[in-house]
């Protein structure tokens, strides 16, 4: 399984951005697509998970009401749209797959793949 994440870039404050990620391989029909954050000096957290199959979801409370995440399964691609960005989203962001599928975890270790991430900076 492969994973690749593009769409990050610098932003202003308030703005939007929207960032991809495409999985291709022995991916399954099932699996669960994550989004991971890690800022300088900070410890990977996570951001959002869609399940392919069901469409069901799970945010962060800190990007809840601000980052949506959705699916395009004939393209195996996940979408974290992220609007009324702020400094503190200045991180590199990494999607993960996780094959099993059976919960729309928030736990890293859950997750069996991942791809090779993504900065995205806001400035003031």
Do not use: H
């Not at 949506?68 to 974290?80: A, E, H, M, P, W």
């Amino acid at each position: 399984v492969q994973l690749q994440a593009s769409g990050g870039g610098l932003v202003q404050a308030g703005g939007p951005l929207r960032l991809s990620c495409t999985a291709s391989g022995r991916t399954g029909t099932s699996y669960t697509m994550g989004w991971f954050r890690q800022a300088s000096g900070q410890e990977r957290e996570f951001v959002s998970a869609i399940a392919r199959r069901s469409g069901a979801t799970n945010y962060a409370d800190s990007v809840k009401g601000r980052f949506t995440i959705s699916r395009d399964n004939g393209k195996n691609t996940v979408y974290l749209q992220m609007n009324s960005l702020k400094l503190e989203d200045t991180a590199i962001y990494f999607c993960a797959l996780d094959t099993s599928g059976y919960y729309v975890s928030r736990t890293r270790y859950t997750y069996e793949y991942w791809g090779q991430g993504t900065q995205v900076t806001v400035s003031s």
